[in-house]
């Protein structure tokens, strides 16, 4: 698959050990030769074949050799002397971050030296904060981790990026010096990089070909799907159109990246998120353009075929109704009816419909009922209030946002 090839092209280029773990052998198509014949092509020989690569034949499900890949594990670090010193102040890398309704800001970290234990003071990357939680990688509170234990931590004041170094401090206050600093520089350097269009710029396009730029601001789910998404855009190369990140981040698509997308005359790529209604209002109002995607290659795909003029007219989704979720109540037999407030257009019985929580789609499908009072009617106006029961779906909380939507043919263009 491209990932793994992708995964070994890393590996070897690191020059890191490599131990491969061959899984789905309990299915009867399994066939273990043949995958390390492939590995064969990439320069990847494993010891049965006269290489000096491990491999471990498995099954994650019936749990099959799992106990002999830890063993191999085991026995190729002793070999190459992996060692951490476990009385230190712990430091470790950033794995992922996001935004857990519950729990706030989490990032999962991997510590590499040291102990880390609930209430250290810590920087990832250019944030700071103190660990209030701590859980391993089945959801279970805990008090330390230790080398080579990766956890699940709460405490941050920020998004750290998939990567950033992760050093534990010995006081909060110079953690939060260290964070204003950084801090400072990063919003330095991001000045730096945005270009005003000179004459200057304008005379050395007409010298290349009318070079221009396409600026894209990317927002997503979690920091590692904007950082893989990003880094797929910069790839994208075409003779006369220049393709810039300007900025990327995780969280729903806010009014300050509209406006930030107006002044740089940008476009913005959501990946699993969706724009507030505010900033949604305020898109239309300054022309942006917002592109919402579930795939990361479907987003890939569109700006490539943007810079190549091949977009063809075809269906684009216009929300026609904003609903907000004020009460929920338990119908026997029936399930949950979400007490709502039209906020903004006309929400329609037939309607396709999805669920947002703080940004985030949860679900998209049909309406099951739309009642005014006890009364099923067709169409409720904005102002007015109604029970809205979703199609197969119960799932429904106070202050989510049910939003309507139909498609409609559209040229598309960026």
């Known amino acids: 698959m491209p990932q793994t090839l992708e995964a070994i092209s890393h590996a070897q280029a690191a020059n890191v050990p490599i131990l491969i773990a061959i899984n789905k052998i309990d299915k009867s198509e399994a066939n273990s030769d043949r995958i390390k014949q492939q590995l064969s092509e990439k320069n990847v020989l494993v010891e049965e074949w006269g290489g000096k690569y491990q491999s471990v034949e498995l099954s994650a499900r019936t749990g099959k050799n799992v106990d002999l890949l830890l063993e191999k594990l085991a026995l190729e670090a002793e070999v190459l002397d992996l060692k951490a010193n476990p009385d230190r102040e712990a430091r470790g890398t950033i794995v992922e971050a996001q935004l857990d309704k519950g729990k706030g800001i989490t990032a999962t970290v991997l510590v590499q030296k040291g102990t880390l234990r609930v209430g250290d003071p810590f920087i990832a990357g250019i944030y700071s904060g103190k660990v209030r939680s701590m859980f ?26 998939a990567g950033d170094t992760f050093v534990a401090i010995e006081s909060d206050r110079d953690a939060r010096e260290i964070s204003l600093r950084r801090q400072q520089l990063k919003r330095e350097q991001d000045f730096r990089q945005i270009r005003l269009t000179t004459l200057d710029d304008i005379s050395q396009q007409i010298k290349e070909g009318q070079v221009r730029e396409l600026n894209v601001i990317v927002k997503g789910d979690v920091d590692g799907s904007v950082e893989a998404l990003s880094d797929s855009l910069m790839k994208i190369i075409h003779k006369e159109v220049k393709l810039r990140v300007i900025h990327s981040g995780v969280g729903t698509i806010s009014e300050s990246d509209i406006m930030l997308a107006a002044a740089s005359s940008a476009v913005i790529i959501g990946f699993r998120v969706r724009p507030n209604l505010n900033a949604r209002r305020l898109s239309e109002k300054e022309k942006v353009d917002i592109r919402t995607y579930n795939i990361i290659y479907d987003a890939i795909n569109d700006i490539h075929n943007a810079l190549e003029g091949l977009l063809a007219p075809e269906k684009k989704e216009e929300v026609t109704a904003t609903v907000e979720v004020r009460e929920v109540f338990k119908v026997p037999k029936i399930g949950n009816i979400a007490g709502c407030q039209v906020q903004d257009g006309k929400i329609v019985r037939n309607n396709r419909v999805r ?29 007015f209030e109604c029970g809205i029961g979703l199609d197969n779906f119960n799932d429904v909380k106070v202050g989510d946002v049910i939003e309507a939507f139909k498609i409609v043919e559209s040229k598309r263009k960026l």
Do not use: C, M, W, Y
């Open 355 to 383: 669920l947002v929580r703080d940004g985030l789609q949860v679900f998209e499908g049909g309406i099951s009922s739309l009642k005014r009072f006890k009364d099923d009617v067709r169409e409720v106006e904005a102002g």
């Open 136 to 161: 391993d990688e089945r959801g279970n509170r805990i008090e330390a981790a230790g080398p080579s234990t990766p956890v699940q931590l709460t405490g941050l004041d920020g998004f750290p990026q």
